[in-house]
C-alpha cells in the first residue's frame, strides 16, 4: 500500500509564497511522474505543475513563471514552490504520482492540502 501525504499548505497574503511538500510512503514500489492539481469552489480540477522521473517538468499557464516543482528521488517526495501568489490560486492542492509495483502502475493522490491567499 502506499500513501502520499502531502504537507504546507496554509493562508498567506497576496504576493507572498509558500512550499507544498508531499511524500511517497510504503514498499516495494518506484516512482514514476508526480505532480500537483488544485481545485477551487465551484471549478474542475486542473494540473498546476508535474515533474517527471527524469526532471522534466510541465506547468499550467496560469502559474509559470511563478511556480517550481521539484522532486527527491532519495525521498520520493516532491515540492512545489510558489511565488508572488495570487487570490486566484486559492484551492485544495492535490499531490498526485504514478507508481509502479511489479509490472503495473497506479495513479495514487494525496488527500489534499488547502490554500488560501487573501487579497
Known amino acids: 500500500q502506499v500513501q502520499l501525504v502531502e504537507s504546507g499548505g496554509g493562508l498567506v497574503q497576496a504576493g507572498g509564497s509558500l512550499r507544498l511538500s508531499c511524500a511517497a510512503s510504503g514498499s516495494s514500489f518506484s516512482i514514476g511522474t508526480m505532480g500537483w492539481d488544485r481545485q477551487a469552489p465551484g471549478k474542475q480540477r486542473e494540473l498546476v505543475a508535474s515533474i517527471s522521473s527524469g526532471g522534466s517538468t510541465n506547468y499550467a499557464d496560469s502559474v509559470k513563471g511563478r511556480c517550481t516543482i521539484s522532486r527527491d528521488n532519495a525521498k520520493n517526495t516532491v515540492y512545489l514552490q510558489m511565488n508572488n501568489l495570487e487570490p486566484e490560486d486559492t484551492a485544495v492542492y492535490y499531490c498526485?504520482?504514478?507508481?509502479?509495483?511489479?509490472?503495473?502502475?497506479?495513479?495514487?493522490w494525496g488527500q489534499g492540502t488547502q490554500v488560501t491567499v487573501s487579497s
Open positions: 498526485n504520482a504514478n507508481i509502479y509495483v511489479l509490472i503495473k502502475d497506479y495513479d495514487y
